[in-house]
RNA sequence: CGGGGCGUAGCUCAGUCUGGUUAGAGUACUUGGUUUGGGACCAAGGGGCCGGAGGUUCGAGUCCUCUCGCCCCGACCA
């Protein structure tokens, strides 16, 4: 391509709206433009990225045997109804009607529609396993759009989907996406962490999430710093304590605790260390049907999970709960505990079982029970609450756990019959018995890897495209066109790279050195060969944008060494 | 959906508080000239329903009401 000819819009300033360093220097050199909220227009440097990045995860899923289809996007709705998901997925999911006044929708995901298609003509265990999958754009409504293409409301993401008749066979498939799914993103040039994942509301016996490793990523993982464990902070566990403080001794008793609130203040006022007292969260719980104040009790040193309390009383939603409404119930907010009462339900961290020498609420103001052995207590509700910390304890390993940012591009999980079953997907079994399909689902963030590329790799010039990503892997860039030998070496050689497979664009523009360089480092091409007044001497430069590097090589070898580069 | 902010040239913004000829700058664009290794310089141009509707006023980019859009924080995000 030359670059007199193409349509790269730069500009020097970036868009107002934008934050993110993926959405300023994707905006600035001219790869997507925005359209409305949410929406975006890939222009041809952008449509080359998008399409390098399929066209990988086509080829690893070839490796797989994963059959690519291609799903109507407009769904009818009576397939969202018979899941029951589009009361569930409430107004993200865009609704319309035809000329004919049926319901639509469009897809934001697409297990209705794929199990559709195999239900009813895959009706045999012998055709199983089937492992089918498209690239393809997908819609929803969110809330709330943001980040640029990180959380766009249209969005192009590949979703596969496997049938088994059996979960060790759904097993063995989730193993080998896995596999394949850190394939993609080796291939890609990223650094990233396959973690556990909270299986949330869709319930599910495994899910794993793929974290590209960057600040602005809007996840929380706990990861280890010696093996390979890694959680999504939702989802994460941690190894029992190691190094316990020394217990603070003191008979059971009730103790005056004048306006001793806060866990803080408590540590503070008793000399003990945080472990040994009993902080107490009290949140509404909300269930499809109705709702009520659930305590969930923690070590004072730890803090509260919600998507782990959520899980744990099996509701919909945890909402903040006001002093108010807990007077009501009897509770004095800062004096709550366990002991001798039945006002509330809850729930305590497995971290509390069999723990003593506490020090908790004793459910009236200013005073607290000291000495507390939590064993006296019956017919107790345990469950893991509390959030891993920096520090923490690998569960795999011992080695220490600590937090990075990381931004979900895929996400695999075992569905089992979830969809199957109500949508009476079956097929028979080796007895003649009719079975709901055992399923998994696999879905990567299509156009969320291009803007996760740039996050990982970027700098304060504009973008740095891994050689699996850029939209040309080789800038030729004529210093001053109007230098006959120059053009004529540069189209040269950019036909010699065209026709050795290497992706090039030749800058052939009048423009003056200053403005192709920064064009050419805002747009971020892995090489540009610099073919200028060093040629008089035989020689051009390469600069290389990852490393700024700029290397001087003799005219004649300039193919050789890209060669060398790239590897 | 709650809270906050912003809509003026293709883009980034001034001007709005305190209403008053023909609405500005930078950049981008067109033409000519000079330049040519880090976003050049000179000159001449084109480009605006000041987001939209209604109102107040002799007069509205500016004040009032309504509305639409976009961004940020939060809720939300199988």
């Not at 902080?279 to 305590?295: D, L």
């Not at 923690?298 to 002093?323: H, P, T, Y």
């Not at 600590?402 to 969809?419: A, D, Q, R, S, W």
Request: glycine share 8%; charged share 25%.
């Amino acid at each position: 391509m030359r670059f007199s000819r193409a349509y790269i819009p730069t500009t020097k300033e970036s868009p107002k709206d934008a934050q993110l360093p993926s959405h300023i220097y994707l905006s600035r050199a001219g790869f997507v433009a925005q359209v409305a909220s949410g929406l975006y227009n890939f222009l041809p440097l952008g449509k080359r990225v998008l399409r390098k990045i399929e066209n990988i995860i086509n080829e690893e899923m070839a490796v797989c045997g994963a059959l690519e289809v291609d799903l109507s996007f407009v769904t009818p709705a009576e397939l969202w109804q018979e899941s029951g998901r589009i009361e569930k997925f409430g107004k993200e999911l865009l609704r319309f009607r035809d000329r004919k006044d049926n319901l639509f929708v469009l897809g934001p995901t697409h297990e209705e529609m794929m199990v559709s298609i195999v239900r009813n003509r895959v009706t045999s265990y012998k055709q199983l396993p089937l492992n089918v999958y498209q690239v393809k754009t997908k819609f929803r409504d969110e809330a709330r759009p943001r980040f640029g293409l990180m959380r766009a409301r249209e969005f192009v993401m590949k979703d596969g989907y496997s049938f088994h008749s059996s979960t060790e066979d759904l097993d063995r498939e989730f193993d080998a996406m896995e596999a394949a799914y850190k394939r993609i993103l080796e291939r890609l040039g990223l650094e990233f962490r396959i973690v556990e994942a909270d299986s949330g509301a869709i319930g599910g016996t495994g899910s794993k999430e793929l974290m590209v490793l960057a600040d602005s990523g809007e996840d929380t993982l706990a990861v280890c710093d010696t093996c390979e464990y890694g959680a999504n902070v939702e989802a994460a566990r941690r190894a029992p304590r190691t190094v316990i403080p020394e217990a603070p001794q003191a008979d059971f008793a009730r103790f005056k605790t004048p306006n001793i609130k806060s866990i803080e203040d408590l540590s503070n006022f008793f000399h003990v260390d945080p472990y040994y007292t009993l902080k107490a969260v009290v949140m509404r719980a909300v269930y499809t049907e109705g709702s009520e104040p659930v305590c969930f009790f923690i070590r004072g040193c730890d803090e509260l999970q919600e998507v782990k309390a959520r899980n744990s009383v099996g509701a919909n939603d945890l909402v903040d709960i006001s002093e108010a409404e807990l007077m009501e119930i009897g509770l004095v907010p800062g004096f709550i505990g366990p002991l001798d009462q039945n006002k509330i339900r809850f729930v305590m961290d497995n971290d509390t079982r069999d723990a003593t020498t506490m020090i908790c609420g004793a459910n009236e103001a200013d005073y607290h029970f000291v000495g507390v052995d939590l064993n006296v207590m019956k017919d107790v509700v345990f469950a893991d609450l509390v959030t891993v910390q920096a520090g923490d304890g690998c569960p795999h390993c011992g080695g220490k756990m600590e937090h990075t940012k990381g931004i979900e591009v895929g996400h695999i999980f075992k569905l089992g019959t979830v969809y199957s079953a109500p949508l009476k997907a079956e097929y028979l079994d080796e007895n003649g018995r009719s079975q709901p399909f055992i399923m998994g689902t696999y879905g990567m963030g299509v156009s969320r890897l291009v803007a996760a590329v740039i996050e990982q790799h970027h700098d304060e010039k504009g973008c740095i495209w891994t050689h699996a990503t850029a939209p040309y892997l080789v800038n030729v860039m004529v210093s001053n066109i109007k230098e006959e030998t120059h053009m004529a070496y540069a189209e040269e050689l950019y036909t010699t790279l065209q026709s050795r497979g290497i992706e090039v664009i030749l800058d052939d523009r009048k423009e003056r050195f200053g403005f192709k360089m920064s064009d050419a480092e805002l747009i971020g091409f892995p090489f540009t060969v610099i073919v200028g007044k060093e040629l008089e001497n035989g020689l051009v430069q390469i600069m290389v944008r990852s490393s700024g590097e700029m290397i001087t090589v003799d005219a004649a070898n300039v193919l050789d060494k890209i060669e060398e580069l790239r590897r």
